[in-house]
């Protein structure tokens, strides 16, 4: 069952008989119809995931590597290799079904919702859940869930530019040729109820192959990068493959185990590690997000996160309360101001057409306060015995609206409210009247009160005009509101400041009413107010230019607001961009992280948008850029942990041979799925679960194009890998100078290189801070993983039965313990290094 609607629909007041249908009527129609899905999402993709698992290299190297063990005679190697395959599917399959999992989660909750009569109640529930014959009820800014037939409509038509092409509305009732609503079209204006004729596949939509509310993701910088990166380590690995092959040919003349030595090239190369943490990361990232109450429509919008330049914010709801509160009213007859917020505040009759101009039953503060108040002041109340004869809905640029009433004595009334300019365009007051007002408003901006125009007109019509710009109004005032700032905004700006990001005010108030808003909750305002019209003036070139010095932007509207976003990206800046009207949906698709919000959004805003805010609450983003942050930090040091193991190891296999040693097959497949299976859990879910660095809300956004492979991010890891490659080589050429057994050093060196890798997961926690402060950090997994490879590492040392296995031999605690020596020394170098930066930072800071 939905969630239960407790407002009541206002346009249909009159008509709330709707019974809709049954519980039992529901699931009859689900039985005999199906869902309303255009996919098959009961389709498990388990054996997709499996298949994917199949093809991997690692996979393809294991399972020949295991038949060539067999081929030699030497089954027990071969079912170890077998058992192998099985770990490494088993945790790719973990972690593949644990992002799936996130993802399908956070699907499920960004679906969009509907309203529907249900046991005569109207109740909100995901548009998947609707079914035939349901009676739905549709209203501006919604997407259309499901084909229905018009059962009653109010001024309403709908954008089907997605079946049609036609960019224009249509307007539609019951008395239309063909009054029919299509699932996926967009309401425009009014609202109605309909009666459910087609769902999922068989929806005008479905039947084209469409899919509503389907994001069609592209692959992100990073993938890009990673998706190269593995490819050309594939290729890398191939050509060692068959170098290693065919030199271990020509010396030994034995074509299987030569075979097998290449193999082991080939998977010391693969970093199938990097994709799988990638994937792991960005889906478990989107997972935390909802537990910060933000819906992540894609877990790829995690990755820009912590890159955001620059966010764009509304006023209304988003810096301030959403409460508007009516404060004062204007009478422009009269000259009079009233101050509601004075012990007795009198009854005005710009209060009385401002409440006509209104809904009966309001959802919007402003208007539920011109109720509050028209309810305390009206000598008669006059609501109940009132009707609605037309309804012009909110249009124009700026934008107003006009109802038409007739009260219970059979006066007409035409009451008209909204932006001042777009009333008094429709008057016939001369420019100094018209200056005289805007004298006032300017007096109530300062103030920083919203305010809107009111007015009426003539009641004496044959007909009413088809649009409301046909009428002419007589001004009759201004009604002042004040929202007041939230609580913590001032906080939330701060954290965005400190973090490197700017932030910029895109409204619809009027400039000074911005200015004294931003003035209270303490933004950073730089250069002039811009308002929509000269956004629109200026050249591309210019707007550009302008965009960097100026953080106000007043008197806005849709395409003003979409032109700043271009803008702010043709800068090079990553825009972070809230909203929550239809009109705000082109510039969320257009940013680069759009943040809709989940209480009083618009469904086609969220549908636009790449995050949403489940509670409206602003505080969240500056924790949701730290997430953002925290995740390409663990990602950064995964990927260079990865790389910095992968080097000893490809080394150490191919050195011996290209150096002509006595002992040329230091590592066997068998030591190296060994690493293998304890490097993957150690990227992808220990340093996942690593905490955000002291110092990283305090440093500015990386920028975008960053790369994790380029030479500056790599060549650390490269230092680290070969430091880990000479200590492990050094003391096994030792050995074997001192007349060791091949068992002997092969345990020494295969020792050694475990413990470089504890070390160096120890190590690569922080690039900055040091291993004595990052050993505190709070990792619960830390000490499991590294706890498990010690007991492993024990027992291929000293259980005889896995000693075999591995070609090991009995050391003397003396070894164990020059290994331990040699691995400190080849990695915690790097805590010199880790000092020195901090001394040079702490340097750069005192000057």
């Given at each position: 069952m939905g969630k239960k609607v407790t407002w009541v629909f206002n346009r249909f007041s009159k008509n709330m008989d709707y019974q809709g249908l049954s519980d039992q009527e529901v699931a009859e129609?689900?039985?005999?119809?199906?869902?309303?899905?255009?996919?098959?999402?009961?389709?498990?993709?388990?054996?997709?995931?499996?298949l994917n698992v199949i093809l991997e290299p690692l996979f393809i190297i294991l399972v020949f590597a295991a038949i060539i063990y067999f081929l030699l005679g030497e089954s027990t190697e071969g079912i170890i290799m077998l058992v192998a395959l099985g770990l490494v599917s088993g945790i790719s399959l973990f972690q593949e079904n644990k992002s799936r999992s996130a993802v399908n989660a956070l699907k499920l909750l960004s679906s969009p919702q509907a309203k529907v009569f249900r046991n005569g109640e109207v109740v909100s529930l995901p548009t998947e859940e609707i079914v035939m014959n349901d009676l739905i009820l549709v209203e501006?800014?919604?997407?259309?869930?499901?084909?229905?037939?018009?059962?009653?409509?109010?001024?309403?038509?709908?954008?089907?530019?997605i079946l049609t092409g036609e960019s224009l509305a249509v307007f539609k009732d019951t008395t239309s040729e063909r009054p029919l609503i299509y699932q996926g079209t967009m309401v425009d204006t009014g609202s109605c109820v309909a009666?459910?004729?087609a769902i999922g596949g068989n929806t005008a939509l479905g039947k084209v192959g469409a899919s509503i509310g389907k994001v069609v993701q592209t692959k992100t910088p990073l993938q890009i990068q990673i998706k190269r990166f593995v490819r050309s380590m594939v290729i890398v690995g191939a050509i060692a493959f068959l170098m290693v092959w065919v030199i271990n040919y020509l010396i030994s003349r034995?074509?299987?185990?030569?075979?097998?030595?290449?193999?082991?090239?080939?998977?010391?190369v693969l970093p199938e590690e990097i994709p799988v943490a990638f994937s792991t990361f960005m889906a478990l990232g989107a997972y935390h997000l909802y537990k910060k109450k933000i819906i992540s429509r894609s877990p790829y919008t995690v990755e820009t996160l912590g890159a955001a330049t620059v966010i764009c914010t509304d006023k209304t709801g988003t810096l301030t309360e959403n409460k508007m509160e009516l404060r004062a009213i204007f009478e422009h007859r009269t000259g009079r101001t009233v101050d509601l917020t004075k012990s007795s505040p009198v009854f005005s009759p710009v209060l009385e057409y401002g409440l006509w101009a209104s809904e009966i039953l309001p959802f919007d503060p402003m208007e539920k306060s011109i109720h509050h108040f028209y309810a305390m002041l009206a000598a008669v109340d006059e609501r109940a015995g009132a009707k609605m004869i037309h309804e012009y809905p909110l249009a124009g640029t700026p934008p107003i609206m006009t109802h038409v009433f007739k009260k219970q004595n059979g006066q007409t009334v035409i009451a008209v409210k909204g932006s001042v300019e777009g009333v008094l365009n429709q008057t016939k007051l001369n420019s100094e009247e018209k200056a005289l007002l805007f004298k006032k408003v300017n007096e109530f901006s300062s103030q920083g009160y919203r305010i809107l125009g009111v007015g009426k007109a003539s009641a004496v019509h044959e007909k009413l005009p088809e649009s409301q710009s046909e009428l002419t109004y007589e001004f009759l005032g201004l009604l002042a509101f004040y929202d007041p700032p939230k609580a913590n905004i001032s906080t939330v700006l701060n954290a965005f400041y400190e973090a490197g990001i700017d932030v910029k005010v895109i409204t619809g108030d009027y400039a000074k009413t911005a200015v004294a808003i931003a003035n209270q909750v303490g933004l950073k305002t730089k250069g002039h107010v811009v308002t929509g019209d000269s956004v629109m003036a200026l050249s591309q070139e210019e707007l550009v230019r302008e965009v960097k010095d100026v953080s106000i932007f007043a008197r806005m509207f849709p395409e003003a607001k979409l032109r700043v976003v271009e803008a702010l990206k043709a800068n090079g800046e990553i825009v972070a961009m809230t909203g929550d009207g239809v009109n705000d949906a082109p510039a969320l698709k257009s940013a680069h992280i759009g943040i809709a919000m989940g209480q009083r959004g618009s469904e086609v805003a969220k549908m636009a948008a790449?995050?949403?805010?489940?509670?409206?609450?602003?505080s969240h983003m500056p924790e949701a850029i730290a997430l953002g942050r925290r995740i390409y930090e663990n990602l950064k040091k995964a990927i260079r942990y990865i790389i910095s193991i992968h080097i000893p190891i490809i080394l150490i296999v191919l050195l011996p041979l290209v150096l002509g040693w006595d002992l040329i097959n230091l590592f066997s497949p068998i030591h190296v799925i060994f690493l293998e299976l304890i490097m993957g859990p150690t990227c992808s879910i220990v340093f996942e679960n690593e905490p955000l660095e002291a110092n990283s809300m305090q440093q500015p956004p990386r920028k975008m194009s960053d790369s994790f492979f380029s030479f500056k991010e790599l060549s650390l890891s490269v230092v680290q890998g070969i430091a880990i490659t000479v200590v492990c080589l050094s003391l096994g050429y030792?050995?074997?100078q001192q007349g060791e057994s091949d068992e002997t050093v092969r345990t020494v060196v295969f020792t050694t290189l475990v413990f470089c890798n504890l070390f160096l997961t120890l190590a690569n926690r922080s690039f900055y801070y040091s291993v004595l402060q990052t050993i505190r950090y709070p990792n619960k997994l830390m000490p499991l993983i590294l706890g498990a490879s010690l007991v492993v590492l024990v027992i291929?040392?000293?259980?005889?039965?896995?000693?075999?296995?591995?070609?090991?031999?009995?050391?003397?605690?003396?070894?164990?313990v020059y290994a331990l020596l040699a691995a400190f020394a080849g990695v915690f170098w790097l805590e010199i290094l880790k000092y020195w930066r901090r001394r040079t930072s702490q340097d750069t800071t005192a000057h």
């Open positions: 129609s689900k039985l005999a119809f199906g869902a309303n899905e255009t996919e098959n999402r009961t389709k498990s993709t388990i054996w997709l995931a499996l501006d800014g919604n997407l259309i869930p499901a084909d229905g037939k018009i059962v009653e409509a109010h001024d309403f038509s709908v954008n089907e530019s009666e459910v004729c034995d074509l299987l185990n030569a075979l097998l030595q290449g193999l082991t090239l080939a998977m010391s790449d995050l949403v805010l489940m509670d409206d609450d602003l030792v050995l074997m291929a040392l000293l259980v005889a039965p896995v000693r075999a296995v591995f070609e090991f031999e009995t050391i003397p605690f003396e070894l164990i």
